[in-house]
């Protein structure tokens, strides 16, 4: 005697019945019920109202013995097991043969009960059988093609490769999914019918439609993917909440911050432009730390603090033996430095044209020669570029290579000064604050009565400066408070400042007239810039030519930042 599993039973291909000792039908599967309403029966009739000699089918001998019984106007064959029920009560199961399927006059009539596609073949490949189903699925009236042979079907493209003449090929079921014109994919699964010689007769083709399981797998993988990118976006805030955290709360930053972490996953050329001081090494790091090149090396330069001599030997090294003074053995340049990694070049415009000429080749290209050197070097370094001119100046090509321009700035990204973004003053006065009495073991606060004074301030140094001020304070505190008399002491900043107010120059000592007038000059120049918050504004003031402060700045004779 044994004991049956319900849900073993539904996954059976053949019809199944399991009868207690009355004769009374307990359990029947999918099957089972398509076999006995073909035959005009209810799935919970009484064995003798299928056929009055079902009670003598009783196992006698050895059970499993296959016996005949008839169902409507076929006969099928059936094999008897006495199983064991629940309390202890004993009854029958019934397993009827698949082949007698086949047999049965109005076999297409019971196929057609069935809602699952199923289609038959027999072992020339030639199509027997399709139910309702399988047009219904597929969107196709699949029962013209019933007496057609399935190779000659996918010669036509009539339909896609079945699974049913891959398991003819390879002589063993195949699994396979298709999806058809109208949108369905059908899970295909095929079964052997074998005659006694293990040769193959016919093949069953089942198929369920996943189309929707299919679909919530995809917007599973999707919402997976979508938290992965999640993850690694928290993961990068991570990373970068030490000193080159971007701090910000306005949405001009947040839009910012969103370009910068969409294209560290590309290695197109970024152009960053904005006023000094706005953070745009800090973006440039994020998009390094956010990205595919995040293992490698980041190397920022300033190109306005390489002399115009050495620029080339700076960026592409040189050989031993280039030039006199040259070191023995050579030397690497920056983009040897760089490789794989990140090459940040702050202040691009300061490069000459002869050296954006070959910036531009190396970018074109992706290779270069070291100085002395006939023999190029493949080079494989992501490109940030950054300047403090305006847009305009960049694309009207007198400032800086037009070409060059368009070359580097694939994606530019703005960075507004502070004063556009005032929304990030406090956020960034407290991320500062908190860092600093970290740095100098204090607990400086600063007084409320103060944040509207930085709040309405314009801030022409922009984030830097108020790095700089805010540190100022902690380095005159007298007490654990910080306000008003300690800000006047340090800045004399007023809300809005205007040339009318400005003090006059006064001499406190004698000096040769040259170095007075470079002192003058260099005041005129950080007070002018200090007012514009850029170079070319700070030379309107003065009615001069920006040329002339950048080259005061080049000789070290001004220090603006």
């Known amino acids: 005697m044994i004991t049956i599993e319900e849900h073993f039973l539904k996954q059976l291909v053949n019809p199944v019945l399991i009868a207690d000792g009355g004769g009374s039908i307990l359990i029947t599967n999918d099957p089972a019920e398509s076999m006995l309403r073909s035959a005009g029966l209810r799935s919970n009739c009484a064995l003798s109202e299928i056929d009055p000699h079902f009670g003598s089918l009783e196992p006698v001998g050895a059970p499993g013995k296959t016996r005949s019984v008839r169902i ?26 698949t082949a007698d399927i086949l047999k049965m006059t109005d076999f ?107 679909q919530l797998e995809s917007d599973l ?20 909440l030490g000193r080159d955290r971007l701090v910000y709360s306005s949405e001009p930053m947040k839009r910012v911050a969103q370009i910068a972490v969409k294209a560290s996953n590309f290695d197109s050329p970024v152009f960053l432009w904005g006023e000094s001081g706005v953070g745009k090494e800090m973006v440039a790091k994020l998009i390094h730390k956010s990205g595919t090149r995040a293992a490698g090396p980041f190397v920022g330069v300033n190109c ?24 023995r053995g050579g030397r690497k340049g920056l983009f040897d430095e760089a490789e794989k990694g990140t090459l940040f070049l702050d202040e ?66 703005n960075i507004p000064p502070l004063r556009q973004r005032r929304e990030d003053i406090l956020p960034l006065i407290y991320f500062f604050l908190k860092r600093l009495n970290l740095k100098y073991s204090t607990s400086i606060r600063i007084n409320n009565s103060l944040l509207p004074r930085f709040y309405n301030y314009d801030w022409p140094g922009n984030v830097r400066e108020l790095k700089n001020v805010i540190e100022r304070l902690l380095v005159v505190a007298n007490t654990d408070e910080v306000g008003d008399a300690e800000y006047d002491l340090i800045n004399h900043l007023e809300t809005k ?27 005129l120049f950080k007070r002018a810039y200090q007012e514009s918050g850029s170079i070319e504004k700070a030379a309107e003031l003065l009615d001069i030519n920006p040329s002339t402060i950048y080259r005061r700045i080049k000789k070290g004779r001004v220090e603006l930042k």
């Open 72 to 97: 409507g106007k076929a006969s099928r064959r059936v094999k008897v097991f006495p199983v064991g029920l629940e309390g202890g009560k004993n009854g029958h199961l019934y397993l009827f043969d």
């Open 108 to 214: 297409d009539t019971f196929l057609d009960y069935i809602d699952v596609a199923i289609g038959i073949v027999n072992k020339d490949g030639v199509l027997e059988h399709l139910n309702e189903a399988m047009s219904k699925y597929t969107g196709v009236n699949m029962k013209e093609w019933t007496g057609r042979n399935l190779s000659e079907l996918v010669e036509e493209r009539a339909l896609p490769y079945p699974a049913s003449l891959n398991a003819l090929r390879e002589k063993k079921p195949v699994n396979t999914n298709i999806t058809y014109g109208s949108g369905t994919t059908l899970q295909y699964r095929s079964m052997l019918c074998m005659d006694n010689r293990g040769q193959i007769q016919k093949i069953i083709i089942t198929g369920q439609d996943v189309t929707r399981m299919i």
């Open 221 to 240: 993988s999707s919402s997976e993917t979508l938290k992965d990118q999640y993850y690694k976006q928290l993961n990068t805030l991570e990373i970068i």
């Open 304 to 327: 306005s603090a390489i002399p115009s001599e050495l620029m080339e030997s700076e960026f592409f090294g040189y050989e031993e033996g280039a030039f006199t003074g040259a070191k």
């Open 348 to 413: 691009i415009n300061q490069l000459s044209l002869g050296m954006q000429s070959k910036l531009l080749r190396v970018i074109q290209e992706n290779e270069y020669m070291r100085v002395g050197s006939n023999k190029t070097i493949s080079t494989n370094v992501r490109i940030i570029a950054a300047t403090n001119l305006s847009w305009d100046q960049l694309a009207d090509g007198t400032e800086f290579r037009r070409d060059l321009f368009y070359r580097l700035s694939v994606i530019p990204i």
């Open 497 to 523: 400042k205007s040339p009318d107010h400005d003090e006059d120059i006064s001499i406190a000592r004698l000096m040769p007239l040259k170095q007075a007038m470079e002192k003058v000059e260099e005041i």
